[in-house]
């Protein structure tokens, strides 16, 4: 028997108006609005990221032809492949989580289909699983085979710059960047959400359920330093302007 569990929040529930909506989350204690109005549930030792869905939710806009982008995957087969695209606003030192998928049971061939549109310069962060072999690939280690579907693939797995790798340092990286308002995500992307209000600790560890999308972001956040701009969209910018480019980078 087979089952199936479906999320909706109270903002699903469009018999009520926005007004009415705000009126019964209000009436709700502070401490029970997140799990009587988004359906979060108080989870094993606590959620991961304790922060509220609206200090982070951002309406899509058009990104800027100069902010640095990157890719990051999260590889997998009966629980999910992931796949984010971060944008960051250098200025700000603002990272947006702009776009989103999540699938089971594809190659990297049919995952490609869906994320190379996305564009080819995108520079893709890995995890260091990565470097393992696959039967389907015929011993090919897993981030060369999306490379040979035309990814552009980063030459290193996802590291912090001294080289390491922990889990609990990358996601208080994310945490600490929405805590002091730094990380947004385009409050179209319902998969991503769907993971943050479930993702927790249980006695102290972090549960590896439903977590594709947040182990993808955290690669990404891990190797912003990688990350490049539309070299197509930054050259037509230059052009319209007229901007000097004495060295010839972007012709």
């Known amino acids: 028997m087979s089952r199936h569990v479906t999320f909706m929040t109270i903002d699903d529930a469009e018999h009520y108006s926005p007004e009415e909506r705000e009126a019964i989350i209000a009436a709700y204690p502070a401490h029970e609005r997140e799990a009587r109005a988004k359906g979060i549930p108080v989870l094993g030792s606590g959620r991961i990221f304790p922060v509220a869905e609206e200090d982070i939710k951002v309406p899509p806009f058009r990104l800027p032809p100069f ?108 945490l600490d960047r929405m805590q002091t308002g730094r990380f947004k995500v385009f409050d179209t992307l319902n998969d991503w959400f769907e993971e943050f209000r479930l993702y927790h600790r249980k006695d102290g560890l972090v549960v590896k359920l439903r977590d594709d999308l947040m182990s993808a972001t955290r690669y990404g956040v ?30």
């Open 67 to 174: 902010w640095p982008r990157i890719g990051a995957l999260d590889f997998g087969w009966d629980h999910p492949s992931a796949a984010v695209e971060l944008a960051w606003d250098t200025e700000a030192d603002i990272v947006y989580v702009v776009k989103c998928h999540r699938a089971s049971q594809q190659t990297p061939a049919m995952q490609a289909i869906a994320l190379k549109p996305w564009g080819s310069w995108l520079p893709w962060a890995w995890p260091h699983d990565g470097h393992n072999a696959t039967l389907a690939g015929a011993g090919i280690a897993l981030a060369k085979q999306y490379g040979d579907q035309g990814m552009n693939m980063l030459g290193s797995h996802a590291q912090f710059a001294d080289g390491s790798n922990s889990v609990e340092a990358g996601l208080m990286d994310m």
């Open 222 to 251: 891990m190797m912003l330093r990688h990350s490049i701009v539309d070299p197509a969209a930054f050259k037509a910018v230059r052009q319209v302007s007229k901007q000097s480019d004495p060295l010839g980078a972007f012709r």
